[in-house]
Each structure stands twice: as structure tokens, then as C-alpha cells.
């Protein structure tokens, strides 16, 4: 006798097989209920916890199809003992891409107010900037700002981003901002007096960054309170140490800097 199967979903109603993925820490994956996209971090019976570039944390069911990886339905799993660790994220948070070089150069350039904010963008975001072509240099100053754009003429193809420090409402910063005009240059920036306060006090040890009080150098009254020498150079060496990661810094930072790069490399 003809055997038939217990089964009698019609094939056309049965849902196709999916991919199963190891949910190796560093994977990015998006839960598609939530819109939450975010890296594992964690994965336990039943469950795995992701972390967003924000550092916000949510932890999600390992249901079948109950994910998109680079927007494709997969079926999350836990890792086998020992398996291959998944490419890791860059210091931005980014996913890593191994073995990848650098693209030549764009037109386009990214200027920040100084030094320090320079060397702090070069840590957390170098890897994604050479990926993306995109070059940073500073200013020495934000008067400099209007004299350096007209010499730049930023245009479609060589679109022009600029980082302030301490642009809020009423301050010079905010003045001088203003007067760029262009609609390929853009502006923006952070309200702290200076890129040392965009670093979370934690990340150093200390409860939070002083108040200085006004006619002082803030960075040297900085020192004072919090018992560093009084050499400004060897404690942002130290601050900068204490930098490993996005998660180092405060949101008003990466977002700024994130705006910033996804302007400059629009296509």
C-alpha cells in the first residue's frame, strides 16, 4: 500500500527553512518585532541579550526565524564550545571587516576643533573612516572656521563636516556656526566646554567632572579637583587611555560624529 505522511499541509503553506546562526558575541542582528538592532553580547538558555551602539541592552527570546541578519530571517542558536568567534565590532561599535583596506581618500573631509577631538575621533572611529575614504583634520580654532570653508568651496562631491566643541545656544561657537551657509557643509557639535567632558566620568575612575569655576583654565582646574598633576598634556593621555570604546563616551558625542560621517559619504 502507497504510504502517505501525517503531514498534510499543502507544500506551498509550509514555511521554508531558514538558516541557523550561531549567536557568537559581536554578531549584529536586528529583532524584527522591536526594530531593536544590536550586537550579542550574551547568550543563555533560551535567551540571547543584545547591546546597541548606545550601549542600551534588551534581552530577547531565541525563537525560530525570530531574527534578520544583514536583512535575512535566520534562526538564532547557541554557539558550540569552542566554535569560531564571529568577526568583532570596531571601536565605534561598527561590525569589523577583516582584512579590509583602506579606500583611497574622498574629497570630502571631516574638520574638528582641536587636536584632542582629533585623536579621540581617530581612536573610536579610525577603522570605519579609512574604510569609508574619509580624512579628519582639525582646527586650531573656530574663528578659523568661515576663512577655512571658502578656501575648502565644499560641493556635491566634496562634501565638508565640521565638529565644535561647546555649541549651545548664545555662544560664540554658535554664532560662527551659523554663518556657514552652504548646503554641503555641515555644522554641528557638542555641548561640553571641551571633547575631555565627552568622556564618561566612570571610564576614569572619577564620580564626575568638576565644576570649574569661571576666570580659570578649565582643564588645569580640572586637574586640581580631581588630584592629577597640573600638566595638561600627560592628563589627557591619561583620559584618552581610558577611551576603548563607544561606550566610553557620551551619546551627544557619538551622534554628533555619527551625523557627521553618514553626511560626508552620502551619495
Known amino acids: 500500500m502507497r504510504q502517505y505522511s501525517a503531514d498534510l499541509t499543502p507544500p506551498w503553506k509550509k514555511p521554508k527553512p531558514v538558516p541557523e546562526v550561531a549567536a557568537e558575541p559581536g554578531l549584529v542582528v536586528e529583532e524584527p518585532g522591536t526594530g531593536f538592532c544590536g550586537a550579542v553580547i550574551r547568550c543563555e538558555a533560551g535567551t540571547v541579550t543584545l547591546e546597541d551602539r548606545f550601549g542600551k541592552r534588551r534581552v530577547f527570546p531565541m525563537e525560530p526565524r525570530g531574527f534578520l541578519l544583514e536583512g535575512r530571517v535566520v534562526t538564532l542558536v547557541r554557539p558550540a564550545p569552542g566554535g569560531p568567534a564571529r568577526p568583532t565590532r570596531t571601536a565605534s561599535g561598527s561590525v569589523a571587516v577583516p582584512g579590509a583596506r583602506a579606500r583611497v581618500a574622498r574629497a570630502g573631509r571631516i574638520y574638528v576643533e582641536g587636536r584632542h577631538d582629533a585623536e579621540l575621533v581617530e581612536k573610536v572611529w579610525g577603522d570605519d573612516l579609512r574604510i569609508e575614504g574619509v580624512v579628519?583634520?582639525?582646527?586650531?580654532?573656530?574663528?578659523?572656521?568661515?576663512?577655512?570653508?571658502?578656501?575648502?568651496?565644499?560641493?556635491?562631491?566634496?562634501?565638508?563636516?565640521?565638529?565644535?566643541?561647546?555649541?549651545?545656544?548664545?555662544?560664540?561657537?554658535?554664532?560662527?556656526?551659523?554663518?556657514?551657509?552652504?548646503?554641503?557643509?555641515?555644522?554641528?557639535?557638542?555641548?561640553?566646554?571641551?571633547?575631555?567632558?565627552?568622556?564618561?566620568?566612570?571610564?576614569?575612575?572619577?564620580?564626575?567632572?568638576?565644576?570649574?569655576?569661571?576666570?580659570?583654565?578649565?582643564?588645569?582646574?580640572?586637574?586640581?579637583?580631581?588630584?592629577?598633576?597640573?600638566?595638561?598634556?600627560?592628563?589627557?593621555?591619561?583620559?584618552l587611555s581610558g577611551v576603548h570604546s563607544y561606550k566610553d563616551l557620551e551619546p551627544e558625542l557619538l551622534g554628533r560624529v555619527e551625523e557627521l560621517i553618514d553626511f560626508v559619504t552620502a551619495p
Open 136 to 239: 579628519v583634520e582639525y582646527l586650531e580654532g573656530v574663528d578659523d572656521l568661515p576663512s577655512i570653508v571658502s578656501e575648502f568651496a565644499p560641493g556635491p562631491d566634496a562634501r565638508l563636516g565640521v565638529l565644535v566643541d561647546h555649541l549651545v545656544r548664545g555662544s560664540k561657537e554658535r554664532r560662527i556656526a551659523q554663518s556657514v551657509t552652504s548646503e554641503h557643509a555641515l555644522v554641528v557639535g557638542h555641548p561640553y566646554i571641551d571633547i575631555w567632558e565627552a568622556v564618561k566620568p566612570s571610564s576614569l575612575g572619577i564620580d564626575a567632572w568638576p565644576r570649574v569655576p569661571r576666570g580659570q583654565d578649565w582643564k588645569t582646574g580640572v586637574c586640581r579637583a580631581v588630584g592629577w598633576p597640573e600638566n595638561t598634556g600627560a592628563a589627557w593621555q591619561r583620559i
